[in-house]
Nanobody
C-alpha cells in the first residue's frame, strides 16, 4: 500500500488544520491507521490511532480533546482534524497503516508509512 499525507501548512496558535491520508493499493478497510509526528530534534511520537472499522480510537494525552481522527473507507482516506493548535504541535506529521490486526483492533505495529506533511504553528 502507498500512503500519501497532505493538508499541512502554517497556522496561528489556536487555529485548525485538517490532515488527510490517502491510501492506494488495497482495500482501505484492510488497514488500521495511525498518525505520528516528529518535531525538530525530537523522536517521532505517537499522536492517534484508529481501528479498521473506525469504532476504536486512541489518543496521546497531549492531543486529547483537540485532535480528532476519522476515516472514510469508501473514499480510502483517513483524516486528522486538529483544533486549538499549540506551538508545540509544530512537527512533521506522518500517517501509517497496519494490515495485521482485526477489524476492531488497535494497530499493534505499523508496516506502512507515508511521507510526512509539515505542520507549523506560529504565535
Amino acid at each position: 500500500v502507498q500512503l500519501q499525507a497532505s493538508g499541512g501548512g502554517l497556522v496561528q496558535a489556536g487555529g485548525s488544520l485538517r490532515l488527510s491520508c490517502a491510501a492506494s493499493g488495497r482495500t482501505f478497510s484492510s488497514y488500521a491507521m495511525g498518525w505520528f509526528r516528529q518535531a525538530p530534534g525530537k523522536a517521532r511520537e505517537f499522536v492517534v490511532s484508529i481501528s479498521r472499522s473506525g469504532r476504536e480510537t486512541s489518543y496521546a494525552d497531549s492531543v486529547k480533546g483537540r485532535f480528532t481522527i476519522s476515516r472514510d473507507n469508501a473514499k480510502s482516506k483517513g483524516y486528522l482534524q486538529m483544533n486549538s493548535l499549540k506551538l508545540e504541535d509544530t512537527a512533521v506529521y506522518y500517517c501509517a497503516a497496519d494490515d495485521r490486526v482485526g477489524y476492531n483492533d488497535y494497530p499493534v505495529g505499523y508496516n506502512y508509512w507515508g511521507q510526512g506533511t509539515q505542520v507549523t504553528v506560529s504565535s
